[in-house]
Antibody
Framework: QLQLQESGPGLEKPSETLSLTCTVS??????????WGWIRQPPGRGLEWIGD???????YYNPSLKSRVTISVDTSKNQFSLKLSSVTAADTAVYYC?????????????WGQGTMVTVSS | DIQMTQSPSSLSASVGDRVTITCRAS??????LNWYQQKPGKAPELLIY???SLQSGVPSRFSGSGSGTDFTLTISSLRPEDFATFYC?????????FGQGTRLEIK
């Protein structure tokens, strides 16, 4: 059974770069059927798609964050990563990684448990 | 960006009730509409994809309908484990966007 697990610091200082990794287990990240994405949820609020990546390295970003976001993939480690630069308190959120099914309505069918990231000095 | 608007924002219902949640897109999205359920402290789970297709393992009391701009999620007979927040999401075009959520509470 495929599982996703986020990892990374839970606290970042303003203006720093947030870095998270998602480890995929129970299946290969190098599948032509899926993209691998990041979605965040500020406390008590709704969901925001950040972006996602295909195993070949093709990326898709939310224009609202594009200038600060980099998503990368390491197929040898079955991992993909998120970097968000110049963070502010508005970037405080639970960050989820998720699998997006290509071609079947692009739904996010498997999610990690999420990791809380707080931006504070 | 395509805006997704859910109604109601919150809803109180009893076990056994039939419940309907509505999602409206700011432009036509064909059937590129997905529904998720999120319980407190947990990640969202996919319920319905392509507007009306039931995700594997999801109970048949959940159903979805609609196309174009108007969509509904229906729970035919509420069970205690169904009380949660529900989100719609359009996958017609990037950036993928979600509705603001509908919180379903026990009456």
């Amino acid at each position: 059974q495929l599982q996703l697990q986020e990892s990374g610091p839970g606290l970042e200082k303003p203006s720093e770069t947030l870095s998270l990794t998602c480890t995929v287990s129970g299946g290969s990240i190098s599948s032509s059927s899926y993209n691998w994405g990041w979605i965040r949820q500020p406390p008590g609020r709704g969901l925001e798609w950040i972006g996602d990546i295909y195993y070949s390295g093709s990326t898709y970003y939310n224009p609202s964050l594009k200038s600060r976001v980099t998503i990368s993939v390491d197929t040898s480690k079955n991992q993909f990563s998120l970097k968000l630069s110049s963070v502010t308190a508005a970037d405080t959120a639970v960050y989820y990684c998720a699998r997006r099914v290509r071609g079947v309505n692009d739904a996010f069918d498997i999610w990690g448990q999420g990791t809380m990231v707080t931006v504070s000095s | 960006d395509i805006q997704m608007t859910q109604s109601p924002s919150s809803l109180s219902a009893s076990v056994g009730d039939r419940v309907t949640i509505t999602c409206r897109a700011s432009q036509s999205i064909s059937s590129y509409l997905n529904w998720y359920q999120q319980k407190p402290g947990k990640a969202p789970e996919l319920l319905i994809y392509a507007a009306s297709s039931l995700q594997s393992g999801v109970p048949s009391r959940f159903s979805g309908s609609g196309s174009g701009t108007d969509f509904t999620l229906t729970i035919s007979s509420l069970r205690p484990e169904d009380f949660a927040t529900f989100y719609c999401q359009q996958s017609y075009s990037t950036p993928y966007t979600f509705g603001q959520g509908t919180r379903l509470e026990i009456k």
